[in-house]
């Protein structure tokens, strides 16, 4: 038994998630906004394992040494940082964004986002799309948000984009996956990284993205406005985990009718 454990853990630990050539332990990506404090996110992040944080270039403070900086308190040595582009509503916002972005710090992963109304928070995808293909000429790994349109997502793939990341619904939502038919279709005509980003609610929502055969999540909201923010942040590392596992050991076949679970032959 002891064995066995050994080696499921063995290779889990062998199962690296890879985005534009680069390997991460954890498929949870952490946001860093909403948190009552820089304290309370730097806590969040590491109690969820993540090796990822996403950075809104516009919001965060990673520049004015007056006020508190996000790099005093999660180390960009330790934790990659995915500077994005919230809060952008046109191509020439976003792009502007992550160019300050590379000047800044050299970053070239970057995660697009360019919405397409201050109400529901929807992706315009013609700006998302022209984008994309702008940053990905210009050297930048693109990581997209966008809307869970199969074709819409092949788009983005054939632009140049090194992630597809649809939405699970609205941001800050927590709705969960609402539309897990087109997330599997994704799935199966992509080779590039597919990770859920917007509208988790809770743990079981990311468990199920990664049944379907997501290569991670992206979860903010979620954690930073849980009750107990730490222990979701704990919840969320352990259901990714739970979820990729039990994706990786197939599932069994669904069937209308029932079946014995134990031998029928040889019946006292």
Do not use: H
């Not at 050994?6 to 948190?35: C, Q």
């Not at 309370?40 to 006020?67: F, M, W």
């Not at 970053?107 to 360019?114: G, I, M, Q, R, S």
């Not at 994309?132 to 990581?143: C, N, Q, S, Y």
Request: contains cysteine; proline residues 4%; glycine residues 8%.
């Amino acid at each position: 038994m002891f064995t066995l454990l050994v080696e499921v853990e063995f290779n889990i630990m062998k199962d690296k998630f890879i985005i534009a050539k680069k390997k991460f332990n954890s498929r949870l990506i952490v946001g860093t906004g909403k948190y009552k404090s820089m304290k309370e996110c730097a806590k969040a992040v590491k109690l969820s394992g993540a090796d990822i944080v996403t950075v809104a270039v516009r919001r965060v403070n990673i520049l004015d040494k007056k006020k508190p900086l996000l790099m005093d308190y999660i180390n960009p040595k330790k934790i990659t940082y995915l500077p994005n582009t919230a809060g952008c509503f046109n191509s020439e916002e976003a792009l502007r964004t992550l160019r300050l972005a590379r000047e800044i710090g050299g970053w070239k992963l970057v995660k697009l986002e360019v919405l397409g109304d201050k109400k529901n928070l929807f992706p315009e995808m013609i700006e998302t799309l022209k984008s994309t293909e702008i940053l990905a000429k210009e050297g930048f790994k693109v990581m997209v948000y966008c809307n869970d349109d199969p074709l819409m997502a092949k788009r983005l793939e054939n632009v140049g984009a090194s992630a597809i990341m649809p939405l699970a619904a609205p941001i800050g939502s927590g709705l969960g996956i609402l539309n897990s038919i087109n997330i599997k279709i994704i799935r199966g005509q992509t080779k590039l990284p597919l990770i859920i980003d917007a509208g988790l609610g809770q743990a079981s929502d990311a468990t199920i993205a990664m049944e379907l055969g997501c290569d991670g999540v992206l979860v903010n909201t979620a954690i930073a406005k849980a009750n107990k923010p730490f222990d979701m942040a704990l919840a969320f590392k352990n259901a990714v985990l739970a979820g990729r596992q039990s994706y990786l050991s197939g599932r069994i076949e669904k069937n209308l009718m029932g079946k014995p679970s134990s031998p029928i032959r040889g019946v006292i």
